[in-house]
């Protein structure tokens, strides 16, 4: 996967590596834009991970994405899940600005977001 200098920030992670499970470093604060794209990925751990921005992830399968309770801000379409009918958990704490339902939307065939059912 490709980091800035510093280890803050994802920047990319190779769309054809054929891991399920995707575990970001501890020093990653930053899912940048783009950085997550892959037909493999069922999870994906993000456990420093403070900001995510607009469509820092596409993936077709993922199941579980599990992200920091140091979660500070959370981008509009910042998941776009094209082939999964339920995400969760996708743990997000609630002091986090985050817009749930229109990161919902973006997820193509999404019917359940955290056990909630989505509105179209």
């Known amino acids: 996967m490709l980091l800035s200098k ?3 920030t994802l ?3 190779p ?3 054929r891991a399920t499970t995707l575990s970001v ?3 990653v604060e930053t899912l940048s834009s783009f950085s997550i794209r892959s037909k493999y ?3 994906i751990v993000a456990p420093s991970v403070k900001v995510v921005q607009e469509q820092a992830v596409e993936a077709l399968n993922v199941g579980s994405i599990e992200l920091s309770e140091k979660l500070e801000v959370v981008w509009t379409n910042s998941f776009l899940i094209r ?3 339920d995400v969760g958990p996708v743990k997000i704490p609630n002091d986090a600005k985050v817009e749930r ?3 919902a939307y973006a997820c193509a065939r ?3 977001f955290n056990g909630e059912a989505i509105e179209r």
């Open 6 to 8: 510093d280890g803050k």
């Open 15 to 17: 769309a054809e590596a």
């Open 25 to 27: 470093p501890e020093t």
């Open 101 to 103: 339902a229109k990161n």
């Open 11 to 13: 920047y990319s992670y």
């Open 41 to 43: 990925l069922v999870k």
């Open 110 to 112: 999404l019917e359940r």
């Open 83 to 85: 082939n999964a009918l």
